[in-house]
C-alpha cells in the first residue's frame, strides 16, 4: 500500500520556523519526484517546492524561495520541508505528494499524503 505520511506542522509566530516531515512507503522512493504543495482556505492547492529523489533537482515557487527548503534521506524514504522566516500568508495545510515527473503541476502528482496544517500567528 503507498502511503505518504506528512508531520511537523503546527502554530508558530510570524519569523518562526518550521520542519515538515514527508515520511513515503510502498513505492521505490528513489524514482519519484516528491512534491510539497499548500491549500489555503477558499484557495487552490499550489505547488510550493519538490525534489527529484534521482538527481536532486529542486524546485521552489518564487513566494518561498530563500525562505524554504527541501531535502531528503533517503535511508529513511523521507523529504523534508525546513520552512523558515513564515509569514501569516504561509499558513495552509500542507501536502506531500509523488509524481513520476518533475513538475509543480499538481495535475501530475499519482499519490497524496492527509495533509498537515500550518497556522502562523502575530
Known amino acids: 500500500e503507498v502511503q505518504l505520511v506528512e508531520s511537523g506542522g503546527g502554530e508558530v509566530q510570524i519569523g518562526g520556523s518550521l520542519r515538515l516531515s514527508c515520511t513515503c512507503s510502498g513505492f521505490t522512493f528513489g524514482f519519484w519526484t516528491i512534491g510539497w504543495f499548500r491549500q489555503a482556505p477558499g484557495k487552490e492547492r499550489e505547488g510550493v517546492a519538490a525534489?527529484?529523489?534521482?538527481?536532486?533537482?529542486?524546485f521552489y515557487d518564487e513566494s518561498v524561495k530563500g525562505r524554504f527548503t527541501i531535502s531528503k534521506d533517503n535511508a529513511k524514504n523521507t523529504v523534508y520541508l525546513s520552512m523558515n522566516n513564515l509569514e501569516p500568508e504561509d499558513t495552509a495545510v500542507y501536502y506531500c505528494?509523488?509524481?513520476?515527473?518533475?513538475?509543480?503541476?499538481?495535475?501530475?502528482?499519482?499519490?497524496w499524503g492527509q495533509g498537515t496544517q500550518v497556522t502562523v500567528s502575530s
Open positions: 505528494a509523488a509524481s513520476v515527473y518533475f513538475t509543480s503541476d499538481r495535475k501530475e502528482y499519482d499519490w
Open positions: 525534489v527529484d529523489t534521482i538527481d536532486d533537482t529542486t
